[in-house]
């Protein structure tokens, strides 16, 4: 059994920073595609950003310049950080994983940025 476990989410005031991580744990044996996604209310869920096993990343437009995505093998972790923050950033943001074949998602962190 796999489970990842998101955690950093918060209130943060426009402009602010704010990092999220997604561990992944359980008998793991290959990571492959690793990703954060975010759901406002009443919208869609939408790939905000993700990394490959080799570590080729990509980006949404509306955060890129704004975000970076990172990971730790040895930790089986994932990060996300998060500059400049805006309201329309407001969501619940998911960690998205293929493991072993497999896809995986955590429960989400909320992010909140209001003044």
């Known amino acids: 059994q796999v489970v990842l476990v998101e955690s950093g989410g918060g209130l943060v005031q426009p402009g602010g920073s704010l990092r999220l991580s997604c561990a992944a744990s359980?008998?793991?044996?290959?990571?492959?595609?690793m990703g954060w996604y975010r759901q406002a209310p009443g919208k869609q869920r939408e790939l905000v950003s993700g990394?490959?096993?080799?570590?080729?990343?990509n980006y949404a437009d509306s955060v890129k310049g704004r975000f970076t995505i990172s990971k730790d093998n040895a930790k089986n972790t994932v990060y996300l950080q998060m500059k400049s923050l805006k309201p329309e950033d407001t969501a619940v943001y998911y960690c998205?994983?293929?493991?072993?074949?497999?896809?995986?998602w955590g429960q989400g962190t909320q992010v909140t940025v209001s003044s």
């Open positions: 359980g008998t793991i044996f290959s990571i492959y595609d």
């Open positions: 990394i490959s096993s080799s570590g080729t990343t």
């Open positions: 998205k994983a293929i493991i072993d074949g497999y896809q995986y």
